[in-house]
């Protein structure tokens, strides 16, 4: 069974920065690139970036590009995300989300919760 | 960038209804298109892929269609574990998803 289990809800103060995971389970993780989606309170879904952990290459929505960092650590089936320089437009449920047969977000995380407050 | 307009933002309906839900592409996008359903405080959760297929566990009630730039949603007979928020999401070049429609009951 193919399982993500992100890591719990952050309280962040504006200004700093946060890293979140995302483990992966019930597969290979080199064979699945590894996606993360921002979905802001009674908002909809914005694509945030990808990484491929087979060869550590990363794409971002440009919207994304200096707010999120994207890893991977393979020896622990471990996906992160980073987001730098938090304000008040970052509190978010973040979601990783693997893809199945061409389909980016096919399986998901339970999300992980980042409020940034002072 | 491929943006997506989904359409209607909510949608009011009685148990047993009909509904459909649309989603415009601004260019032609190959049927790559997904629909998600999201309940509240929860993942969303996959429905159907490139156009009409459905995932392994979606009940027949749901279905999709489209080409093009055009696309729909059904759900017939609509019951209440439908109540939920839905998305559209183009996969063809990078990813979009439209801005999501409510269903509530009436």
């Known amino acids: 069974e193919v399982k993500l289990q992100q890591s719990g809800d952050e309280l962040v103060r504006p200004g700093a920065s946060v890293k979140m995971s995302c483990k992966a389970s019930?597969?290979?993780?080199?064979?699945?690139?590894m996606h993360w989606v921002k979905q802001s309170p009674g908002q909809g879904l914005e694509w945030i970036g990808t990484i491929i952990p087979l060869i550590d290459t990363t794409s971002y929505n440009q919207k994304f590009k200096g707010k999120a960092t994207l890893t991977a650590d393979k020896s622990s089936n471990t996906a992160y995300m980073e987001l730098s320089r938090l304000t008040s437009e970052d509190s978010a449920v973040y979601y990783c989300?693997?893809?199945?047969?061409?389909?980016?977000?096919?399986?998901w995380g339970q999300g992980t919760l980042v409020t940034v407050s002072s | 960038d491929i943006q997506m307009t989904q359409s209607p933002p909510s949608l009011s309906a009685s148990l047993g209804d009909k509904v459909t839900i649309t989603c415009q592409a601004s260019q032609n996008i190959n049927k790559y298109i997904a629909w998600y359903q999201q309940k509240p405080g929860k993942a969303p959760r996959l429905l159907i892929r490139?156009?009409?297929t459905l995932e392994s566990g979606t009940p027949s009630r749901f279905s999709g269609s489209g080409s093009g730039r055009d696309y729909s949603f059904s759900i017939s007979n609509v019951e209440s574990e439908d109540i939920a928020s839905y998305y559209c999401l183009q996969y063809v070049n990078l990813h979009t998803f439209g801005a999501g429609t409510k269903l509530e009951l009436k």
């Open positions: 989300a693997r893809g199945s047969r061409g389909l980016p977000f096919a399986y």
């Open positions: 490139y156009t009409s």
């Open positions: 019930g597969y290979t993780f080199t064979d699945y690139a």
